[in-house]
Nanobody, 123 residues
Framework: QVQLVESGGGLVQAGGSLRLSCAAS????????VGWFRQAPGKEREFLGR????????YYTDSVKDRFTISRDNAKNSAFLQMNSLNPEDTAVYYC????????????????WGQGTQVTVSS
C-alpha cells in the first residue's frame, strides 16, 4: 500500500501560522497531483487546494486562497501546506491526498490518503 503521512498539526493561537507536511512513500508526490483537505466537526470533508505534479501550478478555494499556500519538494517526496492568519474556524483534521486527475476537487478523485493531522486554533 502507498503511504502518505501528515505532520505538523497542533494547537495555535488565532492569527498564528502553521506548516503542515505530507511525506509520501516511493515517488507518489513526484508523479501525482497533491491535494489538501480538511474535515471539521459536523462538516463534510472540504477541498482546500491542489498542486500540479511539477509544482508550477496551484489552485485554491476562495475561502483559503489568500491565507494558505501549497508547495511540494519532489526530491524529498513531500508536499506542504503553509497556513497563515489562522482563526478558530480553521480547526479541523487536515489531510493530504495524491491522485492522477489534473483538475481534482473532490475526494473521490484522489487515490491515496494520509491519516490526517489535527489542527486546533484557539481564540
Amino acid at each position: 500500500q502507498v503511504q502518505l503521512v501528515e505532520s505538523g498539526g497542533g494547537l495555535v493561537q488565532a492569527g498564528g501560522s502553521l506548516r503542515l507536511s505530507c511525506a509520501a512513500s516511493g515517488r507518489i508526490c513526484s508523479r501525482y497531483v497533491v491535494g489538501w483537505f480538511r474535515q471539521a466537526p459536523g462538516k463534510e470533508r472540504e477541498f482546500l487546494g491542489r498542486i500540479t505534479v511539477s509544482g508550477v501550478g496551484t489552485y485554491y478555494t476562495d475561502s483559503v486562497k489568500d491565507r494558505f499556500t501549497i508547495s511540494r519538494d519532489n526530491a524529498k517526496n513531500s508536499a506542504f501546506l503553509q497556513m497563515n492568519s489562522l482563526n478558530p474556524e480553521d480547526t479541523a483534521v487536515y489531510y493530504c491526498a495524491a491522485g492522477g486527475t489534473s483538475f481534482a476537487n473532490h475526494p473521490d478523485e484522489y487515490d491515496y490518503w494520509g491519516q490526517g493531522t489535527q489542527v486546533t486554533v484557539s481564540s
